[in-house]
């Protein structure tokens, strides 16, 4: 059981956040644990949903935000995160279930794709502090400066939601997937 209320639907959260809890049942088609319990904070809700809303603008492809998302959530040892990201990663990116599992590792069958789940892992374990070695890995890896905005971004918002899931031990509404 959540450590921190969860709204039970969306009639039961703040005014301000019913709209933004729409949108999101819209667009899932369900509202999860994760959405609802930060509704509890309109402006948090609204903060996160801008940001992930942003980065779908952005320049990496989703099967690349996914993996982050696995490896991170990984790191970070985030069932909750695990368990979403693991059924976005298969349904709406098209990621076999040996990449997801790879993924989780900061592993991948692509080289390239390989770079930056190490990068992405360092810059969560070593808060930033990346060496010149892992930079210029990234960079020869074909990255560019924007795309690795872009990936340290994504690591950024994952940890954020991997925090608040960890500190709430919010109930996973996925398939269940333990980190290893």
């Known amino acids: 059981m959540s450590r921190l209320t969860i709204p039970e639907s969306i009639a039961d959260a703040p005014e301000a956040s019913k709209p ?3 949108a999101v049942q819209a667009k899932l088609g369900m509202e999860p644990n994760l959405f609802r319990l930060v509704s509890i904070n309109p402006a948090a809700l609204k903060g996160y949903l801008a940001l992930s809303n942003a980065l779908t603008e952005g320049v990496l492809s989703v099967q ?3 993996a ?3 490896a991170i959530a990984e790191a970070n040892r985030c069932t909750y995160c695990l368990s979403a990201h693991s059924v976005i990663a ?3 990116a098209n990621v076999t ?3 997801i599992k790879s993924n989780r590792n ?4 692509d080289a390239k794709t390989q770079v930056a789940l190490q990068f992405a892992v360092a810059v969560a374990e070593l ?3 990346v060496n010149d070695q892992l930079l210029t890995a990234v960079k020869q890896a074909g990255y560019s400066d924007a795309e690795i ?4 971004l994504h690591v950024a918002l994952n940890t954020w939601t991997n925090s608040v899931n960890n500190a709430a031990d919010t109930d996973v509404d996925f398939p269940l997937v333990i980190p290893f």
């Open 20 to 22: 933004l809890l729409e």
């Open 64 to 66: 690349l935000q996914e």
């Open 68 to 70: 982050i998302a696995l």
């Open 90 to 92: 298969a349904k709406q």
């Open 97 to 99: 279930e040996n990449e």
């Open 106 to 109: 900061g592993l991948s069958g």
């Open 127 to 129: 808060k930033g502090r």
């Open 149 to 152: 905005i872009e990936i340290i």
